[in-house]
């Protein structure tokens, strides 16, 4: 053997970069060998493919990238489906694809080939080393000398899997967690504590559906941010995603903003108008504060989503639309409905997927996270430094009781950054409206622990991130989590939720099979 251990090893173990490991390996093979051409195969759905070559580089251009269909008699697909290594003449050996080489200028005369096997006994690829020369001398087949060449790609196809595997695991965090911050950044929801996972749990589960979402909780809890989020994450976010304050507006101006009118409907109609229903077809509809509505206008919404259907003002006829209901409300619509200021019937229609939210208070984890990026996203709009937070100021927060919630806390940082100079935000600083009294009474018992030392934002939050954005996750949750998102985001085609994950298709289907999830 023309190569030592010290470079057999190098070669194997020098780093795991796939694309190069093959290509070394390939060719350490090639020189213990004393050929010319190898290649390494792999099985992609009903074919298999060349991953590497080596050769002249005439032949190689054709090799490379090429395939062989399964059922198609070959060496390849011999090796992959009898996990055993071969020998054959080619030419003479019904296995020998020959219409494979009729381009090439060096023809085979005696081929190898080794399976590459996982730890499991699972062949994933093939690798061929094949004799081109003219006396057809070169292949050492010697039993001992093939058994020892068979150990050395064992071994190979250890460490060439295992760079598959750490690559692929590389590559699938990478989507998670750019799965995650697609929830987190594309609509700035931040958030680490276990009320905000579970919340962020059910947005995932309930963007996979087109079914009526409402959200509920306190003013200020980010409803909006949360209806935004369930459109940007499921099959809809290519289309319209409109929005509307139901109490912002006199009830026949809301009538007419969401179903729109027909030109002379009333005085001042001088034209037709689209309503945003109609326009946000194919897409969704959010209704901000749809407890505000008017029983009358509850009556219209009602029947647009018991029909799919609407009716301009002033039109005879109905047109379907496809859209899918978003709503939110800071009121308690069981009593609205006992009050009889909110249908019955519409509650059960909007609440098929109900979501609460939270309030800070129940979120404590995620006040330094939230006060970390409204300083650095407001310092930056004011071009002005961004503060730090003293430990008692700090302290005072975790106990102050944020009834306008994540809304109060924006604006406490705005008005901090507009009105102090100081560096450092003590309790001094802390404006009378933000302040409690019973808070401030209780404080004062036991300030001796606690002094004005400045906190930043960022060790605020490494002080209280006990829990990762991942807690509470397995990482089957997480990987069926992800094939999910790519099977909705491409419409349930696998080839390209497939080649979204970089993946080959028979992979991604083996891995939806292990899931659970089966094709619609």
Not at 9 to 22: A, H, I, M, N, W
Request: with cysteine; proline share 3%.
């Amino acid at each position: 053997m023309s190569v030592d251990n010290l470079d057999f090893y190098k070669v194997l173990f020098d780093d795991l970069d796939p694309e190069s490991l093959k290509k070394r390996f390939l060719r350490l093979l090639l020189k213990i060998q004393n050929v010319d051409r190898g290649s390494i195969w792999v099985k992609q759905e009903e074919r298999y493919v060349c991953v590497e070559s080596l050769g002249s580089p005439t032949d190689i251009d054709i090799i490379t990238g090429a395939s062989i269909s399964t059922d198609r008699p070959s060496i390849v697909g011999w090796v992959m489906e009898n996990a055993e290594m071969t020998v054959a003449e080619a030419g003479m050996d019904p296995r020998h694809y020959k219409e494979f080489e009729k381009d090439m200028k060096l023809k085979s005369a005696w081929i190898t080939a080794f399976p590459l096997i996982l730890k499991n006994g699972e062949v994933y690829g093939v690798v061929q080393l094949i004799d081109t020369s003219k006396d057809n001398k070169r292949l050492d087949l010697d039993k001992k000398y093939i058994e020892l060449i068979k150990n050395i790609i064992d071994i190979g196809s250890i460490a060439m899997s295992n760079a598959l595997y750490c690559t692929a695991q590389l590559e699938r965090n990478l989507e998670l967690e750019q799965t995650l911050g697609e929830i987190r950044g594309k609509v700035q929801i931040i958030g680490q504590s276990r009320p905000f996972i579970d919340v962020m749990k059910r947005v995932r589960d309930y963007a996979r559906t087109d079914f009526p979402v409402l959200i509920t909780g306190e003013s200020g809890t980010g409803k909006d941010l949360i209806a935004t989020a369930l459109h940007n994450l499921s099959s809809r976010e290519d289309k319209p995603f409109v929005v509307q304050n139901c109490s912002a507006i006199p009830d026949t101006l809301l009538e007419s903003e969401l179903f729109g009118y027909k030109k002379g409907a009333f005085t001042g109609a001088i034209q037709d108008k689209t309503g945003l229903l109609q326009a946000a077809d194919g897409g969704s509809v959010f209704l901000d504060e749809i407890g505000d509505m008017s029983l009358h206008l509850q009556a219209r919404i009602l029947r647009v989503i018991q029909n799919s259907e609407i009716k301009p003002l002033g039109e005879t006829k109905t047109s379907k639309i496809n859209i899918r209901i978003i709503s939110a409300t800071n009121k308690n619509l069981s009593e609205a409905i006992n009050k009889k200021e909110f249908r019955e019937d519409l509650f059960y229609r909007i609440n098929v997927l109900p979501l609460h939210l939270p309030p800070l208070r129940e979120r404590k984890k995620d006040i330094p996270l939230l006060l970390n990026y409204f300083f650095k996203k407001e310092a930056l709009k004011l071009g002005v430094s961004q503060k730090k937070i003293s430990k008692k100021t700090f302290q005072y927060f975790e106990d102050y009781q944020w009834e306008g919630n994540i809304r109060e806390l924006e604006n406490f940082v705005k008005y901090i950054l507009s009105t102090i100079d100081n560096d450092i935000v003590g309790v001094s600083e802390i404006p009378d409206h933000f302040k409690q009294k019973e808070i401030i009474q209780s404080s004062a018992v036991n300030t001796s622990s606690l002094t004005d030392e400045p906190m930043s934002a960022d060790k605020s939050i490494a002080a209280s991130a006990a829990e990762s954005p991942f807690a509470g996750y397995s990482w089957k949750e997480l990987e069926k989590d992800y094939v999910v998102y790519l099977l909705n985001k491409n419409r349930w085609n696998i080839t390209r939720a497939a080649n979204a994950a970089k993946v080959n298709r028979s992979t991604f289907c083996s891995r939806m099979k292990k899931l659970g999830l089966n094709n619609r």
